[in-house]
C-alpha cells in the first residue's frame, strides 16, 4: 500500500507563486509515472501535468510554459512549480503515482487565486 500526501496549497494573488508537494510512502519499491490532477466543483478531473520515470514530462495546453513537475526518486516525491497564476487555475490539486502496476491519489491541496 501506497500513501500520498500534498501540501503547498493556498491563497494567492493573480501572477503570484506557488511550489505543491506531493510525499509518498509505504510499500515503495520504485515509482513509475508521476502526476498531478486538479478538480473544481461539479468538473471532471483534469490532467495537469505527468512525468515518466526517465523525467519526460507534458503538459496539458491551459499550464504550458507556467508550470513545471520535477521529481525526487530519492525522497520519493514530486513537486509542482506554478507560476503566473491565473483565477482560472483555482482547484483541489491531487497528486497520483503509479506503483507496481497500481494508480494512488492523495487527499488533494485546495489552490485559490484571487483576483
Known amino acids: 500500500q501506497v500513501q500520498l500526501v500534498e501540501s503547498g496549497g493556498g491563497l494567492v494573488q493573480a501572477g503570484g507563486s506557488l511550489r505543491l508537494s506531493c510525499a509518498a510512502s509505504?510499500?515503495?519499491?520504485?515509482?513509475?509515472?508521476m502526476g498531478w490532477y486538479r478538480q473544481t466543483p461539479g468538473k471532471q478531473r483534469e490532467l495537469v501535468t505527468a512525468?515518466?520515470?526517465?523525467?519526460?514530462?507534458n503538459y496539458a495546453d491551459s499550464v504550458k510554459g507556467r508550470f513545471t513537475i520535477f521529481r525526487d526518486d530519492v525522497k520519493n516525491m514530486v513537486y509542482l512549480e506554478m507560476n503566473s497564476l491565473k483565477p482560472e487555475d483555482t482547484a483541489v490539486y491531487l497528486c497520483n503515482v503509479a506503483v507496481a502496476g497500481r494508480v494512488y491519489w492523495g487527499q488533494g491541496t485546495q489552490v485559490t487565486v484571487s483576483s
Open positions: 509505504g510499500s515503495i519499491f520504485s515509482i513509475n509515472a
Open positions: 512525468i515518466t520515470r526517465r523525467g519526460v514530462a
